[in-house]
């Protein structure tokens, strides 16, 4: 896998406002928010895509999303808050480093866009 940018923000080489890390992921403000809170979530493990999650990797994405009601709680976007991922170019995913964004502090309709 190519490094990306998000590598480099785990590698510290970018600086981003990051507001939850451990060992196994790194959660930060994105910088070109949907919404009045958009954070962006990520495995250090670099995993592509959705596709790209193998067996040994179940753990890894689980605690994802433990991390993300912890950040939520941390926020105080517990109370509602849409966690969205892209797989892939055609469905709009940009940097190919698994990832999900949190967003909250707006209403949102649905379907999606």
């Given at each position: 896998?190519?490094?990306?940018?998000f590598q480099?923000?785990?590698?510290?080489?970018?600086?981003?406002?990051?507001?939850?890390?451990?060992?196994?992921?790194i959660?930060?403000k994105?910088?070109?928010?949907?919404?009045?809170?958009?954070?962006?979530?990520?495995?250090?493990?670099?995993?592509?895509?959705?596709?790209?999650?193998a067996?040994?990797?179940?753990?890894?994405?689980g605690?994802?999303?433990?991390?993300?009601?912890?950040?939520?709680?941390?926020?105080?976007?517990?109370?509602?808050?849409?966690?969205?991922?892209?797989?892939?170019?055609?469905?709009?995913?940009?940097?190919?480093?698994?990832?999900?964004?949190?967003?909250a502090?707006?209403?949102?309709?649905?379907?999606?866009?």
């Amino acid at each position: 896998m190519a490094e990306t940018i998000f590598q480099k923000i785990i590698d510290k080489e970018i600086p981003t406002e990051i507001v939850y890390e451990d060992d196994l992921c790194i959660a930060f403000k994105d910088i070109n928010p949907a919404a009045p809170i958009h954070l962006i979530v990520i495995p250090k493990k670099p995993i592509e895509s959705v596709d790209d999650v193998a067996e040994e990797d179940e753990a890894i994405v689980g605690h994802l999303f433990f991390a993300m009601g912890k950040i939520a709680k941390q926020q105080g976007i517990d109370r509602g808050y849409r966690v969205v991922t892209n797989n892939g170019r055609d469905a709009g995913q940009e940097v190919m480093h698994l990832h999900f964004h949190m967003l909250a502090g707006r209403g949102f309709s649905w379907p999606p866009g």
